[in-house]
């Protein structure tokens, strides 16, 4: 890596970005068009990296591909095979003419980097010839790996001032598999003006969404990259919702017949039918895209999820028990309640109230009961 020439431009769209094969740049025409001189290396590049990707991707991803006019076929391996550019070779010459249709999917934790690839790159980003914190690599890396939040965590500790955070988390974050688990691995150590950074440079759309419970109404600009990309994670998700119900005979409840879970679609104000193979080959690049999305099914996504253990339940009880004592009830916003007959100004009534420490006694217990046999240190 040091000492070669290439240089990561963080700016132009125009260029061929991977994580969007179908969208418009220098070399695509728009709705996954393109045509590409094999002897340009730039070209001949890109043409490399969509071959890759449809091996990568389950079923068909080429369409009305020719070479210089002619038939052109790409060959892919069975299933269960992984090939690499060692197994088949392009053309050395010629202008080679495709669609590339991307096949939407869910990443999840079999799509993450393995573990020894992340080890090498944090070496490579703590070299001593590294000057920027390893910032470069991790967002070059960024648009090809996909993460945990705990390996996130891990390019995060090496940022050492706050522009590098908050370029590093905004490289990283729509690269999470596990985003319930974003806040406490990530998001945690950003100071105040760094989440708030964070959250403008990739939209509140982008920042709060939820992949497990994606329902909600949406207003997205399409020439914004991040809006395209949220485009892109529900067209994933309701491609795998539509696919699960149609092989369990599940009834269409869609608003248009077509079994997807867009409704209610404008685009630039007039109505619109939302059709998700455009938007997967990068048909949808410009406009204002507004919609509600109803998620039909996300229960079978967590089936084999293991229960929560008895020691991180313990943990959970035990901040739950800390929040509670972190909070204090102004007491004039108590409700009023007669005192029965009997009772003294001064005597504490029984329920509401009437086991509640002190902020400043229970900061003094060296152990704090989370259940029955559990204790958990403070």
Known sequence: MFGCNYDLQDASEDLFDPAEPGSSCDVCKGGGT??????????????????????ADEGENWADETLDGGHFDLEEPEPGETWTRADWQLPGDGILRLTYRDTPDIKRFTDVVEAEMMYQLL?????????????RLLKLASQEFWLTAEYAASFFGLMRDSESRIAATVAMLPRVVDT??????????????????????????????????????YKLQL???????????????????TLYRKEH????TSQKGD??????????????DFDEKVASEGGLDFGILEFDYISTNINH??????????????LF??????????VRLNPSARPKRKRKPGKKSGQAKRGYGANVKSNKANKNNSMTQVSAGTLVPP
């Open 317 to 326: 009880l035990y901040e739950l028990q800390q929040v509670k004592l972190a």
């Open 249 to 252: 005979d599940m009834i269409d």
């Open 180 to 217: 319930i688990n974003i806040s406490r691995g990530l998001l945690d150590w950003l100071t105040d003006n760094e989440y708030k950074a964070v959250e403008k440079k990739l939209g509140p759309e982008l920042f709060h969404f939820v992949q497990g419970n994606p329902t909600g109404h």
């Open 301 to 314: 996504r967590v089936i084999g999820t293991e229960p929560m253990p008895q020691q991180v339940f313990a």
């Open 223 to 241: 020439g914004n990259p991040q809006h395209r990309m949220l485009v892109n994670k529900l067209v994933a998700i309701s491609y795998e919702e």
């Open 259 to 272: 079994w997807e879970n867009w409704r209610n679609e404008t685009l630039n104000g007039a109505p619109y």
């Open 34 to 55: 393109y045509e590409l001189d094999l002897e340009d290396p730039y070209q001949r590049m890109v043409a490399w990296e969509l071959v890759e990707l449809a091996w």
């Open 123 to 135: 070496d490579l980003m703590q070299h001593k010839m590294v000057t920027d914190y390893g910032l």
